[in-house]
């Protein structure tokens, strides 16, 4: 009887270490990066973010934008496939893109007190 409840913890535990576990790739992106998001249409400039991948999961390390701080929280799969939110105050932009070992770029486009906006992001490695 207390064999057999150990052997059915083991087998929880085994499972749900194996259900949460990351793939092996998601770290392939881990590590400092910078981003610089450029407007093509729309009034809302050119912001530079600062950020951090861990796990597959990215988040800002700082940045600024109209004296908000800039909070980004997203996700990069394995193959590099990306989806990002940034917000700044009354702004939310959302992006999609992809990642290589050194670089990212892709698209965004997000609201604000001054209308819609749009552009393109590029990202390197610190």
């Given amino acids: 009887m207390v064999v057999m409840r150990n052997c059915r913890l083991a087998l ?3 499972s749900a270490m194996v259900c949460t576990a990351l793939p092996a790739s998601a770290g392939r992106y881990d590590g400092m990066w910078s981003m610089v998001a450029q407007t093509t249409r729309g009034h809302c400039g050119v912001v530079e973010i600062p950020f951090a991948v861990s796990g597959g999961r990215i988040f800002s390390t700082g940045g600024f934008f109209a004296f908000y ?3 980004m929280d997203g996700r990069v799969s394995g193959s590099g496939q990306a989806r990002l939110v940034a917000v700044s105050g009354p702004r939310i932009a959302r992006g999609a893109g992809r990642f290589t070992f050194l670089r990212g770029r892709g698209t965004w486009a997000g ?3 001054s ?3 749009s552009g393109v992001w590029t990202a390197s490695r610190i």
């Fill in 12 to 14: 929880v535990a085994a």
């Fill in 115 to 117: 209308g819609l906006c």
């Fill in 69 to 71: 701080p800039i909070n």
């Fill in 111 to 113: 609201t604000g007190p």
